[in-house]
């Protein structure tokens, strides 16, 4: 794994200076900023004193390595959850930590962790909280989860020497215009600078974190730990739990709307009254996102005079029940495994960015979701890529009704999106652990790799392979490197299970050559390339993004020619960016190398800040 880059001097000041700023406004803050959150009923009554670094459990161990995992809430901490139990099943004396942010979190995690495991509510990003925490528990590695960019820790722990890695990395695209004003990108400049791994959820991610400043060589693909959350045995007391709802609901027809934010209980309603007329014995299971919207959910259900239970009141479900809403935590995982359909929430309203959908694909369910679906549109778009019945996308309160009619009144329909959906899971979650610890194994040297299983492994290459082509492997030499020709070497110091395998098996193609450029060797060019796009002057990489654009737009009712060319302009425009600014990189995510048919160089000035160079990549969509 390479090192981080340090900045440009120039940079490097200003970065510090900004961060000195931030540092004494964050002390000064921490104070009132945790009495409000105490008054909003926000923090836990009694382990509030975790926030400012104090713990509340003895760290196991002195002077041993020491793993620290941070999530903000509950998604993150899901999606960490299965690093965290696979960290504990290969190293059972291996101290191991985990924090949140959020009381929901708190619920329903500390109740999923592997015995040994700590838990904590971590500390406001303040100097005084940081460093007593981190003097306490002197952690060996940071794993931060998705987003978690919080300039005190990342700081601090590089200055003591600790690794700290940034796992399922995303930024949105409201984040990353944030941080691209002239007062943020030095800052955020200088924290990219001290991580040491980042794992970015997709290419457009991986390029945001670049236009960032962040080094390339620091940059490695594994996949999204969000498939791995669905990826769970269900325990015996959900068994129970599953055994006891089909009873009550006595094989009525039902969907269920999980995730569902204020607002949005609207549409769900309305759409919930259509369908009504159409079967009069459906019942409709609500799950609000946030346990403190059920008062206003339930007010609509009176104002509208719907019958409805509320499962924390343990109300037996009747024949006249319409509405079974959830005001529980921690079950929605068990919940899927009793619905044939499940509508995904924070999707339906501008401004919202969806949630995981791969909980629900998990449970077999028919899964529909609506516009708004943030950074999980590249999850839409991999579910997509396997079978198009995997996920239903639909445009708003008349198209979702229209969705739900054709589920619900055809067994043949309902039937093959399950299976769909269940099985583009299957394929999307395989492996996502073990790659996932590979690299951080790559990363933290006193950890061992554990059940790797690497010799005489057959070589395979991703179609979306990270910093360029990869670099020709040994296979007979246990995985180590060799010398390789290629113009960008894809940084490789670490297996070629962990590097090359970043897909399924249903979704590799064979490595022929070590090196293939566009216009040589083109039988060997064209067997790389899917079925219709082969063409001998376009790599490998530009056909992929290529091909996914044009499945998002027969998505869309739109020719697969409006994607293609949606693909090249932004690709294009990437060759542009990455010579304007200089950045190898920039290319090397979006396609192999710069020896294709290349677009006519633009005479252009290059964009100011990274917001502007961000412009084929405006839209999460991509």
């Not at 200055?159 to 944030?178: D, E, H, P, Y």
């Amino acid at each position: 794994m390479r090192s981080a880059r340090a900045p440009a001097p120039a940079a490097a000041r200003g970065g510090l200076a900004l961060y000195e700023l931030y540092r004494a406004a964050s002390r000064a803050a921490a104070p009132a900023v945790l009495l409000w959150r105490r008054l909003q009923g926000l923090e836990h009554p009694t382990r509030w004193p975790e926030r400012l670094g104090r713990p509340s459990a003895a760290r196991p161990r002195p002077g041993s390595p020491l793993v620290w995992f941070h999530a903000v809430s509950l998604g993150e901490g899901m999606a960490a959850l299965p690093v965290v139990r696979h960290c504990a099943r290969l190293h059972p004396g291996l101290p191991v930590l985990l924090t949140t942010t959020t009381l929901s979190s708190f619920e329903v995690i500390k109740d999923l962790l592997p015995d040994g495991v700590i838990y904590q509510f971590a500390p406001l990003d303040c100097p005084d909280a940081i460093d007593s925490f981190i003097g306490y528990w002197k952690p060996s590695l940071v794993l931060l989860m998705e987003s978690e960019l919080w300039p005190n820790l990342i700081m601090s722990a590089a200055a003591k020497g600790i690794a700290v890695a940034l796992l399922n990395a995303r930024m949105s695209l409201k984040s990353f215009n944030r941080w691209s004003v002239p007062l943020g990108l030095p800052l955020v400049t200088l924290m990219l600078s001290k991580l040491s791994l980042v794992a970015p959820l997709s290419t457009i991610q991986a390029v945001r974190f670049q236009l960032l400043h962040t080094p390339p060589g620091i940059i490695h693909f594994a996949g999204d730990l969000k498939y791995a959350v669905g990826d769970v045995n269900v325990g015996e007391n959900e068994v129970n739990k599953i055994n006891d709802l089909r009873q009550q609901f006595s094989n009525r027809p039902l969907w269920m709307a999980a995730s569902i934010h204020r607002g949005e209980e609207q549409v769900i309603l309305q759409v919930h009254e259509e369908l009504i007329k159409m079967y009069p014995t459906l019942l409709l299971i609500l799950v609000p996102r946030h346990p403190q919207d059920c008062k206003n959910f339930s007010l609509a259900l009176k104002k509208q005079e719907v019958n409805f239970v509320l499962r924390s009141t343990n109300e037996v479900v009747s024949s006249g029940t319409r509405v079974y809403m959830v005001d529980t935590l921690g079950e929605l995982r068990m919940l899927y495994r009793v619905t044939p359909v499940a509508v995904i929430g924070g999707s339906f309203l501008p401004g919202l960015a969806g949630h995981n959908i791969s909980e629900a694909a998990a449970a077999g369910c028919a899964v529909v979701t609506g516009p708004h679906v943030g950074h999980f549109y590249h999850m839409l778009l991999d579910m997509w890529q396997i079978n198009p019945l995997a996920v239903k996308q639909v445009a708003g309160e008349f198209k979702l009704l229209q969705t739900l009619k054709e589920l619900l009144g055809d067994a043949e329909t309902l039937g093959a999106c399950q299976r769909a959906a269940k099985d583009a899971f299957s394929i999307m979650s395989h492996g996502v652990v073990n790659r996932v610890w590979n690299l951080v194994c790559s990363l933290a040297g006193t950890l061992r790799r554990g059940n790797a299983q690497e010799d005489n492994c057959t070589v395979e290459c991703d179609m979306l392979v990270p910093g360029g082509l990869p670099k020709k492997l040994d296979t007979n030499q246990g995985g180590r490197e060799a010398q390789s020709e290629c113009s960008h070497p894809m940084p490789l110091s670490h297996s070629p299970a962990a590097t090359c395998q970043l897909l399924p098996p249903s979704r590799r193609t064979r490595l022929l050559t070590p090196c293939p450029r566009a216009g040589a060797a083109p039988e060997a060019e064209a067997a790389l390339l899917p079925g219709a796009l082969r063409a001998e002057s376009l790599p490998r990489h530009v056909a992929v993004v290529m091909d996914g654009n044009a499945r998002w737009a027969r998505a869309r009712g739109l020719p697969s020619a409006a994607g293609h060319e949606a693909g090249r302009r932004a690709l294009e425009e990437t060759v542009r960016l990455s010579r304007a600014w200089g950045v190898r990189a920039l290319t090397a995510f979006a396609f192999s190398h710069e020896n294709w048919s290349r677009p006519k160089a633009r005479a252009s000035r290059p964009p100011a800040r990274p917001r502007a160079a961000m412009a084929s990549f405006a839209s999460d969509e991509l």
